[in-house]
């Protein structure tokens, strides 16, 4: 007997809208079908251990086939199987409410009318219209006594069924989709692209895959397992079949597992991070059921863990109704809490358990943390306790045993501690050297987030500044009670500081005098504190109101020491040259006489001599 009838939708439009619209991607018809085979399959398998179902289960597979010159590609499974009358119920009644309203807003480009259905119908298997340009399902069910249902559609409203008998029945139980390929799908027909996308989407699917007689994924990878069951060996393992072309080993791992109050199992691998300014993203993989969904994960890994690698697979991630988007919501708000924490802890374990290896670990694992701290309040207040501090001297300290470390030495005359630092601590060694010379430690805070770091460090961590070892005069840097006295008058001191303007001769040179040591330097040039670091925040991503420092031109403070045998020598004399020639060694000291200007000064150099 064969029956014709309409499938129950409210409108003639969505098998365009399937094609055009909710499904945009069209390989993704593949995990489609094969997921529906899995979860046929798995629906038996269950039926069977709870002894409802009492036939042999025989060997549970997926196969994929295709037949090029036949233009056919086909799924089987034999698993629970459909009567016709559930071909009926499953397949032909795609009744969901808000369709018509939906087509309408589509036409409308209106990009939140597809949202506002999802959730609300399945339309998986329909995906397979982007591809055919008809389709067949054979299936036979478990059920005792019952014969072949036959269903064809060609991607109208209008289908067929009918119960075959003899050598077109199926012999045994499950069901085969086989899809006519169109015209303009031929590229689905070639066995090396069905092969790349079933590796893609069903790799770890938990019931074997065949395809073209090869088993194509491991139904069950490391996540779905205990952590007690696993050795580091395995974890390896499974980073090096996940990114094949890496040549580093992860740092370490974490293992997710947890059933309440959501489902979330999965790998969290800390990568080795070779240039902080080309994070690689996109490389957490988020699978459900695991059937990989999509390597786009910002809504459910922060985002400061973005730089992760690894595995996240949860059946109550809520996803729109082509798998293609995450839909943020509390249960997502929730595994984006929970990972965090889960991140905290690990990290607080292996400084806590492993110090030393911890600390060898610093230089890779520095940017997550200082990009954590900065992007989550959470995650400071565990970070604060094991983010590290490095000095030039190699040591590496915890916040509270560096304010500890430099708290007798490095008090200013206001009570406040004062953090010296130095971006780079080759071109800035004469600071650096100077600033030992006074017992002070200095810091190497020469990481791309240090900039913001510092920043962020000075708010939370009372009474203490961070001052660049550059940003002034050593003695200018730790402001103590007793200043040295000058030993010259109001009056030289204006006298000396238009000579050496008119000698430097630069605007972004802004020379002022003050007493230093008269076995200080004669001159120390010097970069603002405030505007050197607006600009570096600005440069490494600060934008808003930092935008404006990023345009302005460097500018310099020229400190000459008025108690300096040569700063006075050059008043005596009204020598420009003398002026010219301690503003040059300055310079030159601090790496700043380059190009041109060094050839110059050789020359001068020469002549005076």
Request: net charge negative.
């Amino acid at each position: 007997m064969s029956e014709t009838g309409s499938i129950s939708i409210h409108t003639e439009n969505i098998f365009p809208i399937i094609k055009k619209f909710l499904y945009s991607d069209h390989e993704i018809f593949l995990r489609e079908l094969v997921s529906n085979a899995v979860d046929a399959t798995q629906k038996l398998k269950s039926l069977a251990a709870l002894g409802e179902y009492k036939g042999e289960v025989g060997e549970l597979k997926v196969r994929v086939t295709v037949d090029k010159e036949a233009r056919k590609i086909t799924i089987s499974d034999h698993g629970l199987g459909m009567t016709a009358d559930e071909i009926k119920k499953y397949i032909n009644q795609i009744a969901f409410s808000g369709a018509t309203e939906f087509v309408e807003k589509y036409k409308e480009k209106d990009a939140q009318a597809k949202d506002q259905i999802i959730g609300q119908f399945g339309l998986g298997f329909y995906s397979a219209f982007m591809v055919a340009s008809e389709v067949e399902i054979w299936s036979k069910s478990y059920k005792e006594d019952s014969v072949t249902a036959h269903w064809t559609c060609d991607g109208s409203t209008q289908y067929t069924i009918d119960e075959p008998t003899g050598e077109h029945a199926k012999a045994e139980r499950g069901t085969d989709v086989v899809l006519h390929v169109a015209e303009d799908s031929d590229e689905f027909l070639e066995e090396a692209r069905l092969r790349t996308i079933l590796s893609k989407y069903c790799k770890f699917l938990p019931i074997p895959i065949e395809f073209e007689g090869q088993l194509i994924n491991d139904t069950t990878p490391i996540w779905t397992k205990q952590p007690s069951e696993l050795t580091d060996e395995d974890y390896k393992k499974f980073y090096q079949e996940l990114y094949p072309m890496s040549m580093d080993e992860p740092l370490f791992w974490i293992h997710l597992n947890v059933d309440y109050p959501f489902h979330l199992t999965g790998i969290l691998y800390f990568p080795k991070v070779k240039d902080e300014l080309q994070f690689s993203r996109n490389k957490i993989q988020l699978y459900s059921r695991q059937v990989f969904i999509t390597d786009e994960v910002k809504d459910v890994v922060p985002e400061f863990l973005m730089l992760l690698h690894g595995v996240i697979d949860s059946p109550d991630i809520p996803l729109n109704v082509s798998r293609s988007f995450l839909q943020a919501d509390a249960a997502v708000r929730k595994i984006n809490t929970y990972i965090t924490k889960k991140v905290a802890d690990k990290l607080a374990e292996l400084f806590r358990k492993d110090r030393p290896g911890y600390e060898e670990k610093w230089a890779d694992i520095g940017v997550f943390v200082k990009y954590g701290m900065l992007s989550d309040e959470k995650f400071y207040d565990r970070a604060k306790d094991f983010v590290l501090l490095k000095s030039v001297s190699g040591k590496l300290y915890t916040l509270t045993e560096y304010t500890e470390h430099i708290q007798a030495n490095q008090k200013d005359k206001t009570d406040n501690t004062v953090v010296l630092y130095t971006t780079d601590a080759e071109a800035q060694h004469g600071f650096v050297a100077a600033a030992q010379e006074r017992g002070y430690d200095v810091l190497n805070m020469d990481q791309v987030l240090d900039a913001h770091f510092i920043g962020q460090l000075e708010q939370k961590l009372e009474k203490t500044t961070f001052k660049r070892v550059d940003s002034a005069t050593v003695g200018q840097l730790i402001e103590k009670e007793e200043a040295p006295a000058s030993v010259l008058s109001e009056d030289d001191h204006k006298k000396l500081e238009e000579l050496f303007t008119s000698a430097i001769s630069n605007p972004s040179m802004h020379v002022k005098v003050a007493p230093l040591s008269p076995q200080d330097a004669p001159v120390v040039i010097t970069q603002n504190e405030f505007m050197r670091r607006m600009k570096d925040m600005q440069r490494t991503g600060g934008g808003g109101g930092m935008q404006m420092f990023g345009s302005l031109p460097d500018s310099f403070d020229v400190t000459v020491n008025a108690n300096s045998p040569i700063a006075q020598k050059a008043l005596a004399d009204g020598g420009e040259t003398i002026a010219k020639q301690a503003f040059d060694l300055a310079l030159l000291a601090q790496g700043l006489l380059k190009g041109e200007a060094l050839t110059a000064f050789v020359k001068r150099s020469t002549e005076l001599l």
